[in-house]
């Protein structure tokens, strides 16, 4: 038995593939760009604070920056589907717009803040997004005075 990381346990016979991939991924208010472990990538829209003071990210940029994530859009029910990009392509979650309720692994899941769309785009709240991908509260950090969401996460890929 190998321990990768201190709540992560991982049998070599079950998974010898498996590695740490650490992230630290940071979006900015009014910034469109997006830095994933010091490099900095142009995004089509940035993260905002919603009327009711949550802060606002672009579903589809974030899932981008976490590995073995990918999203989809279903035009005819106006929902953005989660799932994982590896072997198995999993379905997480179905988010649709300006709903209370998420679908997360087949479970309704509550939101703080209904997704909504933007500029093209949906956007999901920090927290809600966190909980769906799998990032801890203690995991991320917000900067008040730069108004930039930091996201520090160790993630378990198999290859």
Not at 21 to 30: R, Y
Not at 43 to 71: H, K, Q, W
Not at 83 to 99: G, K, N, Q
Not at 132 to 140: P, T
Request: glycine share 4%; with cysteine.
């Amino acid at each position: 038995m190998q321990v990768l990381k201190e709540d992560f346990i991982v049998l070599e016979q079950f998974y010898p593939n498996a590695q740490i991939d650490s992230q630290q991924i940071c979006l900015s208010l009014n910034n469109n760009t997006l830095t994933v472990n010091g490099i900095e990538k142009s995004v089509r829209v940035s993260p905002y604070i919603s009327e009711n003071g949550y802060v606002m990210l672009p579903l589809r940029e974030l899932a981008t920056a976490l590995p073995n994530l990918e999203v989809a859009w279903d035009k005819e029910r106006n929902t953005a589907c989660l799932y994982t990009a590896d072997r198995w392509h999993d379905l997480l979650a179905e988010i649709p717009l300006e709903s209370q309720t998420a679908s997360f692994h087949g479970q309704p899941l509550a939101l703080r803040e209904p997704a909504t769309e933007k500029d093209g785009r949906t956007f999901l709240s920090l927290r809600d997004a966190a909980n769906i991908c799998g990032i801890r509260n203690s995991e991320i950090t917000w900067d008040a005075e730069t108004q930039t969401v930091r996201i520090d996460k160790d993630f378990i890929t198999y290859t």
